[in-house]
Nanobody, 128 residues
Framework: DVQLQASGGGLVQAGGSLRLSCATS????????IGWFRQAPGKARELSSR?????????????YYGDSVKGRFTTSFGNTKNTVYLQMNNLRPEDTAVYYC????????????????WGKGTLVTVSS
């Protein structure tokens, strides 16, 4: 079975940093992407309300970021590609959200609706 587990969320003051981890297992596709998406409090609790934060591709490690986090967040593989990190720096209250990691298998388009598997989210709260 495909398994995704996000961890590392918590409470942090504005200007602080936090690192999220996504541990993956159960798939053997040669080409895939792993993305981070977030759902802010107060937004509709449906897939369309999730904002793309970052995405990384398996073939060459290319990365993509949402406009609101460029220059502040960085995604990367761990020592193996089974783990993906999201390093979040200079956090702002508007970054408060539930963060999800997701996997797209067989392609590397990094689109919200192309993600095939989703893990449970981890809550990040940034205080002002």
């Amino acid at each position: 079975d495909v398994q995704l587990q996000a961890s590392g969320g918590g409470l942090v003051q504005a200007g602080g940093s936090l690192r999220l981890s996504c541990a993956t297992s159960g798939f053997t596709f040669d080409y895939y992407s792993i993305g981070w998406f977030r759902q802010a409090p107060g937004k509709a609790r449906e897939l369309s309300s999730r904002e793309m934060v970052s995405c990384i591709t398996s073939s060459d490690g290319s990365t993509y970021y949402g406009d609101s986090v460029k220059g502040r967040f960085t995604t990367s593989f761990g020592n193996t590609k089974n783990t993906v990190y999201l390093q979040m720096n200079n956090l702002r209250p508007e970054d408060t959200a539930v963060y999800y990691c997701a996997v797209e298998v067989g392609s590397q388009l990094c689109g919200l609706y192309g993600m095939d598997y989703w893990g449970k989210g981890t809550l990040v709260t940034v205080s002002s």
